[in-house]
C-alpha cells in the first residue's frame, strides 16, 4: 500500500504563491510518476501537471500554464507544486496523485486526502 501526505495548502491572496508538497511512503515501485489534480466547488476533478521518474512532465490545465510549475526530489519521494500569480478561481481542493508512469497519471493509482488552497480577491 502507498500512503501520500500532502501539506502547504492555506489562504492567499490574488497574485500571490503557494507551494504544496506531496510525500509518498510504503510499497512505491522502483521508479514512478506523480501528480496533481484540483477540484473546485461544483466542478469536476481537474488533472494539472505530472512528472515521471525521470524529469519527464506533462499538463493538460491551459488554465495554470505559465503559472504553476511541477518538481520532485525522487531521494525523498516527494513531488511539489509551485503555484504562483494565484487567481480566485484556483480555489479548490488540490490532490496529489502517484501511478505507475506518467501515461497513467490521469487514471491514477493512488490519490492524497487533498490539501485546501483558497484565493482570496
Known amino acids: 500500500q502507498v500512503q501520500l501526505e500532502e501539506s502547504g495548502g492555506g489562504l492567499v491572496q490574488a497574485g500571490g504563491s503557494l507551494r504544496l508538497s506531496c510525500a509518498a511512503s510504503g510499497r512505491t515501485d522502483s521508479s514512478f510518476a506523480m501528480g496533481w489534480f484540483r477540484q473546485a466547488p461544483g466542478k469536476e476533478r481537474e488533472f494539472l501537471l505530472g512528472i515521471g521518474w525521470s524529469g519527464l512532465r506533462t499538463s493538460s490545465a491551459d488554465s495554470v500554464k505559465g503559472r504553476f510549475t511541477i518538481s520532485r526530489d525522487n531521494a525523498k519521494k516527494t513531488v511539489y507544486l509551485q503555484m504562483n500569480s494565484l487567481k480566485p478561481e484556483d480555489t479548490a481542493v488540490y490532490f496529489c496523485?502517484?501511478?505507475?508512469?506518467?501515461?497513467?497519471?490521469?487514471?491514477?493509482?493512488?490519490w492524497g486526502q487533498g490539501t485546501q488552497v483558497t484565493v482570496s480577491s
Open positions: 496523485v502517484l501511478a505507475s508512469s506518467v501515461v497513467r497519471l490521469r487514471a491514477p493509482d493512488y
